[in-house]
């Protein structure tokens, strides 16, 4: 079936996600979740109300309690799951994809990722077979709650102190826009502050330059300090410098990292901070370098959360904008890491700092290539072979090689990767080199070994 993915079932509504399939994933969840009380949210698309009354339906069949909490983004929905101990939680939303998409993320207990290795090819697996669960003797029940003003009152004991921050915040027509309003203060720009799931202004991938274009405008016609963006469901954040200039997810993790060792140390916490292959060598030395134990991990949030936990880590970011907290309950959250960036920032004017100061330490190390992705490739296994075969004759033998997904080389001064898409044909570069030159030529090298 093909919606059901690595990390969570997203298609697009009407053909590869029906209503029907979302009443049978509700059929399924409570027995496979081992949950009497599962905790429902939804994002502002037009198509998730059809979703929601689907799922519940399939849910409450099942004798599972369910409790709604209608528009919500997907940090409330993975926070109040850990917090008030429901057995399970959906948050329906297809989170960056453009609109016509929906889709269902599901937890375990404990806000626990479930992914498709971890319970949802068992749901898939059944409802391929037609054997639903039977339907409870004793139907559950569906009870609405409002847990807005509990959930801003929570992050707010994170504020810190941002007096004299200039800002803007572009929530992107998305869920961000629920709790805006009480989440940033006057002196910020809000752009697109209301949820439209049709996203008017432009699409809820922050990744792609061109939604990013009417936040760097604000920051530099008004001079702000920094400007923060978020995806449709508001589990990402991302942000411009002072000079509106991209800056790279994964930059911000040594600053997260010790911002909450200062800040809000946890007695007994190991100093470990996750990242993916993916990450740029300048974070994994700056945190080594201020006392950290950088553990590299799979892309995706399954992996990280999991990782996390089991470390009894700090916190932890990929390249694609998830920031994962300890004080989040392991999970990834775009407005507690939105709250710590502009503590961060303000701290950092205090002292005379731009927020590009305070990254170049991170950020001048290397040249970067950013993700690069080359479609259509077939056959994805082979290719990463040749790929390998190729930068290995440009740059000779690796230090060191990670395989666990795709494949990672490092050099003494240098590294390159090559990964495959899990959903699409795709393979995706990206590497660093000290010098422009050597960094076009192992791009080079790659793209043409595939």
Same mark, same amino acid.
């Given at each position: ?94 989170? @960056? ?28 697996? =059944?409802?391929?077979?037609?054997? !639903? ?64 799931? %049709?996203?008017? @202004? ?11 274009? =009417? ?5 530099? /016609? ?20 002072? /000079?509106?200039?991209? $800056?790279?997810?994964?930059? !911000?993790?040594?600053? &997260?990292? =010790? ?15 996750? @990242? ?22 799979? $892309? ?5 959360? %999991? ?17 994962? &907290?300890? @004080? ?24 005379? =700092? %731009?927020?590009? /100061? ?13 993700? $690069? ?17 190729? $930068? ?40 660093? %080199?000290?010098? /422009? ?14």
């Amino acid at each position: 079936m093909t919606a059901f993915k690595a990390y969570d079932i997203r298609g697009i509504y009407g053909t590869e996600l029906t209503d029907d399939l979302a009443y049978q994933v509700g059929r399924c969840l409570p027995a496979m979740l081992g949950a009497t009380s599962i905790l429902v949210g939804r994002d502002a698309r037009t198509s998730s109300p059809a979703l929601r009354d689907a799922l519940v339906r399939g849910l409450t069949e099942a004798g599972a309690d369910v409790t709604d909490m209608g528009l919500a983004t997907t940090p409330m929905v993975y926070f109040f799951t850990a917090a008030k101990g429901f057995g399970g939680s959906v948050m329906i939303t297809a989170s @960056h994809n453009p609109p016509e998409y929906n889709g269902l993320k599901v937890s375990k207990a404990e806000a626990r990722p479930c992914g498709y290795h971890l319970g949802l090819s068992d749901v898939e697996a =059944q409802i391929v077979s037609g054997n !639903l669960p039977p339907a409870a003797a004793t139907p559950g029940t569906v009870t609405q709650a409002d847990y807005r003003a509990e959930y801003t009152a929570w992050l707010n004991t994170f504020r810190g102190d941002i007096s004299g921050l200039n800002y803007a915040v572009d929530c992107s027509d998305g869920a961000a826009g629920l709790i805006a309003e009480d989440l940033f203060d006057s002196a910020a720009v809000l752009l697109n502050a209301k949820p439209d799931g %049709t996203f008017p @202004h432009h699409g809820p991938n922050p990744l792609e330059m061109e939604n990013c274009e =009417q936040l760097i405008a604000a920051v530099k /016609q008004n001079a702000l300090d920094v400007g923060l963006i978020f995806d449709g469901d508001a589990d990402r954040v991302m942000c411009v410098d002072e /000079q509106g200039e991209f $800056v790279p997810p994964d930059a !911000l993790i040594p600053l &997260f990292a =010790q911002w909450l060792r200062e800040h809000f140390p946890v007695e007994g916490m190991a100093p470990v901070v996750v @990242h993916d292959i993916r990450t740029s060598r300048g974070v994994m030395e700056n945190l080594r370098e201020t006392g950290f134990d950088p553990l590299m991990v799979r $892309v995706g949030a399954a992996f990280a959360k %999991t990782a996390l936990r089991e470390q009894n880590g700090l916190c932890g970011g990929e390249v694609a904008g998830h920031y994962y &907290f300890r @004080h989040f309950y392991w999970c990834d959250s775009g407005e507690l890491a939105a709250r710590f960036l502009l503590a961060i920032v303000a701290d950092a004017k205090r002292k005379g =700092q %731009t927020f590009s /100061q305070i990254l170049a330490p991170i950020l001048n190390r290397y040249k970067r290539s950013g993700e $690069v992705n080359v479609h259509g490739v077939t056959d994805r296994a082979a290719a990463i072979a040749r790929v390998e075969t190729a $930068v290995v004759a440009l740059m000779g033998a690796p230090l060191q090689r990670a395989d666990f997904d795709g494949i990672r080389l490092d050099w003494a001064d240098a590294w390159f990767g090559v990964r495959a898409s899990n959903t699409e044909p795709i393979l995706r570069l990206a590497g660093e %080199t000290r010098t /422009q030159e050597r960094l076009d030529a192992l791009l080079a090298a790659a793209k043409s070994a595939i």
